[in-house]
């Protein structure tokens, strides 16, 4: 069984105790620690330049993330507001899926909770009609919050502005993933870290030019989403006409960080037992 993370009610910290970090870059960190042969942590903690609500719904609208997330190899909606998400994996892996229900929580400071956890005791069957290699033990969980300034006062908010300022200053927010996940099969410890540090890189470097590419209305079709979520009834509640515009809402990614697939030469070989 997979574990339970930390506490939610305190995300943010500079320390992850047992966790090798990967990847430290201005704006980005992504620590791994393993918990068996086949299960990880991961961590994955920064800043982008957009409102906690903005970059909830970059992870969450279903035709937007797929309009931007490269590693995708599926993401459909099913019965019940649960969501079949497949990802591609570079050679030799084949690509997984997961299948998942999703909920957003508020906290009265402001941040935002993005929580995720298998459906697979629910929803298993449908496991047998789908390609790749299922995956069907996991959480994960998102903590979302706007970057504060020396006053006090959010970025984005005009609350403590200096009366020379032009404006507000941009929105930014803070996040941090975590995600535990247990694969069927091993998978050896340095490929998995060889490949996580070679792509993950290039994947947030898409995940900041999506937060560019946010549709007008993403954040008030974030904002009217609370609880247990339905992409068919995000789309109704906002009204919108396609894929360009705030349109849904499903969990972030509940899985180790995707790895965009490389081309090869040869034909994958599926590492499945």
Not at 78 to 89: D, N, S
Not at 130 to 145: L, M, N, Q, W
């Amino acid at each position: 069984e997979v574990p339970a993370p930390p506490p939610l009610f305190e995300p943010f910290g500079p320390r992850r105790e047992g966790h090798d970090l990967l990847i430290n870059q201005p704006g980005l960190r992504f620590l791994r620690r393993p918990l068996s042969a086949t299960a990880s942590a991961y961590v994955t903690e920064g800043e982008v330049p957009c409102a906690p609500e903005a970059f909830l719904f970059l992870w969450t609208d279903l035709p937007f993330r797929r309009l931007w997330d490269a590693g995708l190899a599926a993401m459909e909606e099913l019965p019940g507001g649960a969501v079949y998400h497949a990802i591609q994996y570079p050679y030799p892996l084949v690509p997984r899926f997961y299948l998942y229900e999703r909920e957003v929580r508020r906290l009265p400071d402001g941040t935002i909770l993005l929580l995720a956890k298998s459906a697979a005791e629910r929803l298993g069957h449908l496991a047998e009609e789908k390609p790749g290699v299922f995956c069907p033990k996991f959480r994960s969980y998102t903590a979302i919050r706007p970057v504060r300034t020396s006053l006090g006062a959010a970025d984005g908010s005009p609350d403590g502005a200096s009366p020379a300022a032009a404006g507000p200053a941009p929105a930014r927010c803070e996040f941090v993933m975590y995600n535990l996940d247990e694969q069927p099969v091993p998978v050896p410890s340095w490929l998995l870290n060889r490949l996580l540090r070679s792509t993950y890189p290039a994947y947030m470097d898409k995940v900041r030019s999506a937060v560019a590419m946010i549709p007008p209305g993403a954040e008030r079709a974030a904002e009217a989403r609370d609880g247990p979520l339905s992409a068919t009834r995000m789309h109704s509640e906002s009204g919108a006409s396609g894929p360009s515009e705030a349109s849904s809402v499903s969990a972030e990614s509940p899985r180790a960080p995707p790895v965009p697939p490389r081309r090869s030469r040869a034909a994958p070989v599926a590492l499945r037992a």
